[in-house]
């Protein structure tokens, strides 16, 4: 490792062979993908004003089903008649529309097949993106099966020690909660691992990659941790936007936007200010599925991820979730 918890000589080397121009003469590019838990219309609605006033398109996930285990709500879902309509009128803005799984708890295979079905005649298509809910045991290769190896088995038993026992089984083919087929024919890409550097493509340098051993996801790609309004803030500093900028890199925040970005009806004011700033430097501000086409696109991209790579983007995360708890 060049330094702790930084990147190794090998993906600096990808780094710099995938070195991308972005379109428009743009220096870099930027995006965020917003997890629903939580969201209502008076709690994100201000945010996506803002962000479409500064011409920073973004994606946001939704639930196409009201889950039937929980009341009340834990974040409305398409069922929700005035949310729906709003979701769609950002969709029409160009924000992008992708999944957080079928509903906020857990979902069989009819349910996510109805998801799936609901979403394509309500938008017009199914979801490009997906990102995965801890709440739901259809998850797809989550939990110990997102790594491979001894990482897994040391992220096993950390996980044991802290009473964390959740199961995913919505890559196997015996479970009832088995939708990776599904997911493999209707959805491009998946969220997998975060981290904390601004230059999500500097710690991922081969993004969107498929990993063989996980068959039912065609692309994961990785985010930088944005979680709540302050670790958003924290992330897009003025310097680390400047950094970015410099790098000539990518961000793809993972956030909730239903975490803080909005109390009492009026935005954050630090991220108000931040986002501003942002705006005004020469970025390319597209939704997560058109930056990962172009990334596919750019000369030196390989569709499958090499195992050694992949062993050691796995350690680097699991290393730092250690040290700062990101997810
Ligand atoms: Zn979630």
């Keep these: 490792m060049t330094k702790r918890l930084g990147i190794s000589l090998s993906e600096e080397r990808i780094y710099q062979t995938c070195r991308t121009d972005w379109p428009l003469s743009k220096r870099f590019a930027f995006t965020v993908i917003d997890d629903t838990d939580g969201a209502t219309l008076e709690n994100v609605k201000p945010v996506y004003e803002l962000l479409l006033a500064l011409g920073i398109h973004t994606t946001k ?5 009201v889950s039937t285990e929980t009341e009340p709500e834990e974040g409305s879902s398409l069922e929700n008649v005035p949310y729906l309509e709003w979701v769609r009128a950002i969709k029409r803005q160009g924000v992008e ?18 998801s799936l079905n609901r979403f394509h005649s309500l938008m017009g298509h199914y979801p490009q993106v997906y990102t995965i809910h801890v709440g739901q045991q259809e998850g797809i290769y989550w939990g110990e099966d997102r790594l491979s190896g001894s990482a897994r088995w040391l992220y096993k038993i950390i ?18 909660y088995f939708w990776g087929d599904i ?7 998946v969220r997998n691992l975060v981290f904390s550097d601004v230059n999500t493509l500097k710690m991922d340098p081969a993004m969107p990659y498929h990993d063989p051993r996980r068959p039912y996801v065609r692309y994961w790609f990785s985010a930088s941790d944005g979680a709540d309004v302050n670790c958003f803030c924290r992330l897009l500093s003025a310097s680390n936007q400047d950094r ?20 009492n009806g009026r935005l954050h004011a630090e991220f108000k ?52 708890g990101t997810s």
């Design 97 to 114: 529309i992708g999944i957080h799984g079928a509903a906020s708890r857990s979902s069989d295979r009819l349910r996510s097949q109805e």
């Design 273 to 324: 200010r931040l986002m501003e700033r942002l705006a005004g430097l020469p970025g390319w501000f597209v939704p997560v599925s058109t930056l990962l086409d172009h990334l596919r696109s750019r000369p030196g991209w390989k569709e499958t991820a090499d195992p050694r790579y992949l062993t050691r983007l796995e350690w680097r995360w699991l290393l730092q979730k250690l040290l700062t």
């Design 183 to 189: 997911c493999q024919e209707r959805i491009t890409y």
């Design 244 to 263: 970015l900028l410099e790098s000539g890199g990518a961000c793809i925040v993972y956030t909730h936007f239903a975490s803080g970005f909005v109390e």
């Design 159 to 176: 996980h044991r020690l802290k009473g964390h026992d959740r199961a995913y089984s919505g890559h196997k083919s015996n479970s009832p």
């Design 61 to 65: 996930t939704v639930w196409p089903l």
